[in-house]
């Protein structure tokens, strides 16, 4: 091969590699929140990955805010390449303190989540506008060994309070499967907010039981939603019920 014939070919290799580089989707990690787990986004990894993202559904250990950020944290900073970063329930606010100092986030999605303001915490947040029935459909505390409480929906009041919309032979097996939250992370303060440097994008649905719907769209106003997505009748897992609708905006998130 002549020396021309060669620096074409490298050059044209130089361009292929770049045009890759380019045209490579960002790594799209799932935060689950309180009384959920990995598997609710199963319908919405089912298309990210059916239209080529890379997916990481992190497994949040829902403990307290700082050290389940620590940890979501950890999962991004072993990601090369771009990321958005998308959090359901308080999911939410691990995201937000959890995409600070890594360049490689792009975007973040919440998902019927909550955005706190720096010194907010979720139970705040969650009664700050009337319509959330929560509080009256948890199960008795587990009460833990260094003092803390774990936190259950009613295995007999979950399907109407946590997932109406989903069908109650799949929501008895998300109520047996529930992961519980410890009581401490849902009144740790946030501290300051990715939303504030990075976009963001919220969808949840007008049926949340669990965060208010006013609540949800007022956080969303704040932290200046690039788009917001209110689905009818949606209760607070739309992901589980409405995974399309919330994998269109996670890609309209990560491009």
């Given amino acids: 091969m002549s020396k021309f014939a060669a620096a074409v070919a490298l050059a044209g290799a130089l361009l292929a590699g770049s045009a890759a580089a380019q045209s490579a989707k960002p790594t799209v990690v799932l935060v689950h929140g309180a009384f959920a787990d990995s598997s609710s986004w199963n319908g919405v990894i089912q298309i990210l990955e059916k239209d080529g993202y890379p997916v990481v559904a992190a497994a949040n250990p829902l403990r307290s805010v700082s050290s389940d950020a620590a940890y979501v944290s950890n999962v991004v900073s072993s990601i090369e390449g771009a990321v958005v970063l998308v959090g ?13 100092g890594h360049d490689n986030v792009k975007s973040l999605v919440y998902v019927a989540a909550f955005a706190p303001e720096a010194g907010e915490a979720a139970a705040d947040l969650a009664g700050k506008f009337p319509g959330g029935t929560l509080g009256e459909a948890l199960a008795a505390p587990v009460k833990l060994a260094d003092g803390g409480i774990d936190l259950y929906i009613d295995k007999a009041k979950f399907h109407q309070q946590f997932a109406h919309d989903v069908p109650s032979e799949q929501a008895a097996l998300m109520a047996a499967g529930q992961r519980p939250i410890a009581e401490a992370a849902l009144t740790e303060k946030s501290g300051e907010p990715a939303w504030k440097t990075l976009p963001s994008w919220f969808i949840y649905g007008d ?21 917001t997505v209110v689905v009818e009748g949606a209760s607070h897992v739309v992901m589980t019920s409405k995974p399309q609708v919330v994998a269109d905006l996670i890609e309209e998130a990560a491009q």
């Fill in 207 to 227: 049926g949340d039981k669990n965060i208010p719907a006013k609540a949800l769209g007022f956080m969303a106003e704040r932290a200046g939603s690039k788009h």
């Fill in 88 to 100: 359901h329930s308080y999911g939410g606010q691990v995201i937000s303190n959890a995409a600070r």
